[in-house]
Structure formats: C-alpha cells, structure tokens
C-alpha cells in the first residue's frame, strides 16, 4: 500500500508536471503515437476487410496473415526495424500499426459478414447497385463490429507503446524502463498506473461510441418486453357462503 501511495504522490509532485520529462508531456507522446498508428492501420486495413467481407474472398488469407502478425513478438520486430531505420519513433511506429492492423481488419470484415444475407437480397431486389449497398447498408450495419475492433486496436497498442522508449522514443515506458534501471519502484509504477489509467479512459470512450454508432432503425426494432406485470388479486371480503347469507 505504501508503494502505491509513493507513486500517486510522484505523479502529484509539481517537479513530474512540467517540462519535456514531465508526466503531461509522455502522456501526450503516448496517446499521439496511438493514435498515429490505428490511424494509419485503419486506412490500410478498412478497405481491405470491407473488401473481404463484401465479396466473401481472401478471407482464409486474411485470417492467416493477421495471425501470423498477431504472432510476431513485438520487441524483437522494434530491435529489428531500429537496426534497419536507426534509433527514434519510425520503428516503434511501423511495429504499432503491424500490431493493430489485425484486430482493425477483423472488425471490418466481421461487420460485414454479420449483416443479414436477407437484408443484402432484399437492397438488391430493390434496386440499389453494389456501391450503394455497402455504403447504405453493409457500412452502418457493421460499424459497431468495425469500432470494436479499432477499440481492441488501441488497447493493444496503448499496453505496447511504452517500449517506444527502449528505442529513444519517449512515451510514458520512459518512466517505467528507467525506474527498471534505477530499482525506483515508486516510478515504475507510477508510470504503469497512467498508462492503465489512459487504457481505462479510452475503453470507456469506445463503448460509449460503439453504442452511438448503432443504425436507429437497429434499435428501434428491437422487440420490448410488453409481458403485463402480474396482477394481485383483491383481498377475500366474504366467501360464498356468507354471501348467501347476506
């Protein structure tokens, strides 16, 4: 308890609060290398899974490939990428979006594939094109799959940025590699409590708006509980026979 209690009282010191070191500062590099890299994992792999998921091909690719990066360790592949890039964010990066591409792609093919046939038949029957089909119907419909995994995404790489720092990226694991260093304890985990901290805002965040996200005419047909709440019935006044009697 007294660990924890050292460590929220480094991260209230005002010394931890300002300059390039500070704790504002490695947040901000921290939650801007995340969102750099689902960005640009998200334009790379959206198309691809709405592609997969429209047409139904190359999805046995799909799912082997995203489980072979699922499978790279990442470190090693940030060692790697260092050696080839050199030293600073370009390598972590390259390793981030590897990292989030996966869970990206199965989101958007899975949302596609989990709209009704009948409903593509039917837009079809009424005369929409391809095109009009995906945008105006499969799109919507899959969005809350798709914001999933974009949602899994951003977890994935929040938890796998603080190794930016072993490469002279910075990032909130410069607290936590150099508290490793040093044996400050107390740093380590502080900086381990604002990265869970920043994982724990954005999950919120993303179920907030896979639930926004969901089409109205989704939740509008969703059938209601109409079950009639069960009735009492009125207290015995009087039984038969003292009815006959009146």
Known sequence: MNLFLDAFAWLADPAHLSGADGVPTRLGEHLWYTIVAVVIASVLAVPAGYLIGHTGRGRTLAVALTGGARALPTVGLVFLLALLVGIGITAPMIAFVVLAIPSVLAGAYSGF??????????????????????????????????????????????????????????????????????????????????????????????????????????????????????????????????????
Request: proline share 4%; net charge positive.
């Open 113 to 246: 594939e989990a709209v009704d046939r009948k409903t593509i038949d039917a837009a079809r029957a009424v005369g929409m094109t391809e095109w009009q089909i995906v945008t105006k119907v499969e799109v919507p419909l899959g969005l809350p799959l798709l914001i999933g995994g974009i949602r899994s995404a951003t977890l994935q790489v929040v938890a796998t940025a603080t190794i930016a720092t072993v490469v002279g990226a910075g990032g909130l694991g410069t607290y936590i590699f150099r508290g490793l260093r040093s044996n400050d304890y107390t740093q380590m985990l502080a900086g381990s409590i604002v990265v869970i901290a920043l994982a724990v805002v954005l999950e919120i965040l993303f179920s907030i708006v896979q639930r926004l996200v969901v089409p109205a005419g989704v939740t509008a047909g969703r059938p209601s509980d109409t079950r009639s709440k069960a009735v009492r019935p009125g207290a015995v006044t009087a039984t038969p026979l003292t009815k006959g009697t009146q």
